[in-house]
């Protein structure tokens, strides 16, 4: 994905929280500071690892109290707002939006209601995620995804370059994970060639927006057009041209 140069330091940090797992981090993953338009501060949750976070359990409590310190730390910088290193957070969307005092955006896949609402009617939605086998019905409901049926998930393959880099420490290949991505992107459009757009669930994932968009031909949306999204509506980013607001 290509992501501005600029930076506006005139506006208050977009709060981060991240997982305790060791990978590349290239520009386009929102870990990266060089993507965003704008201050981001970081802040690692206790006890985060992998296999805590991508889970299609509910989330215990000490999981939970890991996540909340690190939006509560990250409230006494100066964050308007949050947003998290892992979309399965979605499932516990409601419970971290109750117990943090600024909004958070626990996961991409939150845009998936306005997603549908863009569509055109009988179109359905495309979710790259980084397992299959664990992302689902109960974490869309979380998100408030009305027509979960109309959400097809599918995943890089599980030995892929993706998963193995995150779970296994395996060699980072830029070039490989696109080709799986895209590969895994274009075998769900032929099974399911009402798709209408994509989400990418994981956080890794946007640096391959772009390569995405240009082999299907159609929208996708992830963590970074929802963090550009969400800060701007919680610090009035407008272009400088309108003048004083």
């Known amino acids: 994905m290509s992501c501005s140069n600029e930076r506006n330091t005139n506006v208050p940090p977009l709060g981060f929280i991240s997982v305790d797992v060791d990978i590349e981090r290239p520009v386009g993953d929102p870990f990266n ?37 690190a939006g509560e730390k990250l409230q006494q910088k100066g964050c ?5 290193d892992c979309g399965f957070l979605a499932g516990a969307q409601r ?12 996961s991409a896949l939150a845009q998936i209601p306005s997603i549908q609402a863009f569509l055109r009617p009988g179109l359905t939605i495309g979710a790259l995620t980084y397992d299959d086998s664990k992302l689902g019905v109960r974490q869309l409901l979380q998100i408030g995804v009305q027509d979960p049926d109309a959400v097809h998930i599918a995943a890089p393959p599980e030995d892929g370059w993706l998963r193995g880099h995150i ?56 963590v970074y057009t929802l963090g550009t999204w969400f800060h701007s509506a919680l610090t009035s980013q407008r272009p400088r041209h309108w003048g004083p607001i």
């Not at 690892?49 to 359990?57: A, D, G, K, P």
Request: charge should be negative; include cysteine; aromatic fraction near 8%.
């Open 167 to 222: 779970r296994d420490g395996k060699p980072y290949d830029h070039g490989k994970i696109e080709a799986e991505l895209v590969e895994s992107a274009l075998g769900l459009l032929s099974r399911y060639p009402d798709i209408g757009a994509f989400l990418l669930e994981c956080t890794q994932m946007p640096p391959f927006a772009d390569a995405i968009r240009k082999a299907t031909k159609l929208p996708v949306y992830d």
């Open 80 to 84: 308007v707002g949050i947003i998290t």
């Open 33 to 69: 500071e060089a993507t965003w338009p704008f201050p981001v501060l970081k802040e690692q949750a206790e006890g985060s690892q992998l296999n805590n976070i991508v889970t299609s359990e509910d989330y215990p409590e000490e999981s939970l109290v890991g996540i909340v310190s």
């Open 95 to 106: 419970e971290l939006a109750k117990r943090l005092s600024i909004p958070i955006a626990a």
